[in-house]
T-cell receptor, first 111, second 114 residues
Framework: AQTVTQSQPEMSVQEAETVTLSCTYDTSESDYYLFWYKQPPSRQMILVIRQEAYKQQNATENRFSVNFQKAAKSFSLKISDSQLGDAAMYFCALGTDKLIFGTGTRLQVFP | KAGVTQTPRYLIKTRGQQVTLSCSPISGHRSVSWYQQTPGQGLQFLFEYFSETQRNKGNFPGRFSGRQFSNSRSEMNVSTLELGDSALYLC?????????????FGPGTRLTVL
């Protein structure tokens, strides 16, 4: 079975600081993708960042970067220079023939 | 381009009734996936349609069904509603497949079953 685990139900960070959200996954597939999605309160889910499993280089998108450890099946998201607008639910997702989501981490950003 | 739209946004039904939810993908997108989001179970994959064919299906009972039309618009139907079907139903579209391309999500339909 394919699973995605997010062990931090809630995290908080001060504005301008850095925060890391954890995600571990399990799959027997050799070819897969990993995603972080953001769901702001009462707003649509949007893609934050995507990582192809066959690529060793960690993906980055502006202030967002990942630490992809394939052997450990770990895929954490680092948000640098946190902003108030980063407050949201963050979902880690594993993509094979479908998307499997983790339970999410609620991120609060304090001024 | 207009985003993914879902109608209706809110729906209240009673147990035993049936409901149909609609999703219009981004223009040009041929893949539409449906997810159920609840506080207890999180986001769960229902099914995916691509070019009017169901390409993948999650672990939901047969009361949950869907279809896709030639213009890629998709509908999801739930028959014999149960209290546990209360959830936010999200639709997502992508250009090709689901896993290797970014999925664009709609705002969801909030279904309440009384």
């Amino acid at each position: 079975a394919q699973t995605v685990t997010q062990s931090q139900p809630e995290m908080s960070v001060q504005e301008a600081e850095t925060v890391t959200l954890s995600c571990t996954y399990d799959t027997s597939e050799s070819d897969y993708y990993l995603f972080w999605y953001k769901q702001p309160p009462s707003r649509q889910m949007i893609l934050v960042i995507r990582q192809e499993a066959y690529k060793q280089q960690n993906a980055t998108e502006n202030r967002f970067s990942v630490n992809f450890q394939k052997a450990a099946k770990s895929f954490s998201l680092k948000i640098s220079d946190s902003q108030l607008g980063d407050a949201a639910m963050y979902f880690c997702a594993l993509g094979t023939d479908k998307l499997i989501f983790g339970t999410g981490t609620r991120l609060q950003v304090f001024p | 381009k207009a985003g993914v739209t879902q109608t209706p946004r809110y729906l209240i039904k009673t147990r035993g009734q049936q409901v149909t939810l609609s999703c219009s993908p981004i223009s040009g997108h041929r893949s539409v996936s449906w997810y159920q989001q609840t506080p207890g179970q999180g986001l769960q994959f229902l099914f995916e349609y691509f070019s009017e064919t169901q390409r993948n299906k999650g672990n939901f009972p047969g009361r949950f069904s869907g279809r896709q039309f030639s213009n890629s618009r998709s509908e999801m139907n739930v028959s014999t509603l149960e209290l546990g079907d209360s959830a936010l139903y999200l639709c997502a579209s992508s250009g090709q497949g689901t896993t290797y391309n970014e999925q664009f999500f709609g705002p969801g339909t909030r279904l309440t079953v009384l």
